[in-house]
Nanobody
Framework: QVQLVESGGGLVQPGGSLRLSCIVS????????FSWYRQAPGKERELVAT?????????SYADFVKGRFTVSRDNAKKMVYLQMENLSPEDTAVYYC???????WGQGTQVTVSS
């Protein structure tokens, strides 16, 4: 059974950076596609980025993070990352790691962007 645990959130000033990590337990990590979502207070959860499994590792991004966020993975460490640059207060949310196409979620990590 796959389990996900996020870390790396925190308080950062506008324009700052953070790297979120998602450690994945379970087998067959390398073939799975993973996504990062976020949910701001009073808003619905929204897709941020996706990284494919297998040899391609292709990535896709929501328009609102293109050019600022980078999703990556380390199959040997069973880790998925979200590097976030040039953060703005609108990026404040709980960020979740998701095994794409399933209801398998991590517990979330809070990102707060504020001066």
């Amino acid at each position: 059974q796959v389990q996900l645990v996020e870390s790396g959130g925190g308080l950062v000033q506008p324009g700052g950076s953070l790297r979120l990590s998602c450690i994945v337990s379970g087998s067959m990590f390398s073939i799975f596609t993973f996504s990062w979502y976020r949910q701001a207070p009073g808003k619905e959860r929204e897709l941020v980025a996706t990284i494919a499994g297998g040899g391609g590792r292709s990535a896709s991004y929501a328009d609102f993070v293109k050019g600022r966020f980078t999703v990556s993975r380390d199959n040997a460490k069973k880790m998925v990352y979200l590097q976030m640059e040039n953060l703005s207060p609108e990026d404040t949310a709980v960020y979740y790691c998701n095994l794409s196409g399933t209801s398998t979620w991590g517990q979330g990590t809070q990102v707060t962007v504020s001066s």
